[in-house]
């Protein structure tokens, strides 16, 4: 089993920053690609971003150039940086893990998840 937690959320103004880290334990293996994801209310849990255990990254169109997605091998954590945050970005934050080292944009094919963390983007 993986245990992740989220932390980080909180309230910021539109257009500020934030930083989202997710730490894993359990059974953790260095190659598992992490991704996170959102969820707003009444809407589907989307992807926003994932990473490899290489560093490569895949975000959603509409946080390129504005989110980046790092992780710590050595610390088993991975960070979600926001920039430029909008109001409708609103949502609960979710860490997940795949039993694989390719980056999913389908939520369904991560296998574990924290609990994720509220992030309110006030306009």
């Known amino acids: 089993q993986v245990q992740l937690v989220e932390s980080g959320g909180g309230l910021v103004q539109a257009g500020g920053s934030l930083r989202l880290s997710c730490a894993a334990s359990?059974?953790?293996?260095?190659?598992?690609?992490m991704g996170w994801f959102r969820q707003a209310p009444g809407k589907e849990r989307d992807f926003v971003a994932g990473?490899?255990?290489?560093?490569?990254?895949t975000y959603a169109d509409s946080v390129k150039g504005r989110f980046t997605i790092s992780r710590d091998n050595a610390k088993n954590t991975v960070f979600l940086q926001f920039n430029s945050l909008k109001p409708e970005e609103t949502a609960v934050y979710y860490c997940?893990?795949?039993?694989?080292?390719?980056?999913?944009?389908?939520?369904?094919?991560?296998?574990?998840w924290g609990q994720g963390t509220q992030v309110t983007v006030s306009s």
């Open positions: 997940a893990a795949r039993d694989a080292e390719v980056v999913s944009t389908v939520n369904k094919e991560y296998r574990y």
């Open positions: 990473i490899n255990w290489r560093g490569s990254t």
């Open positions: 359990g059974r953790t293996y260095t190659w598992d690609a």
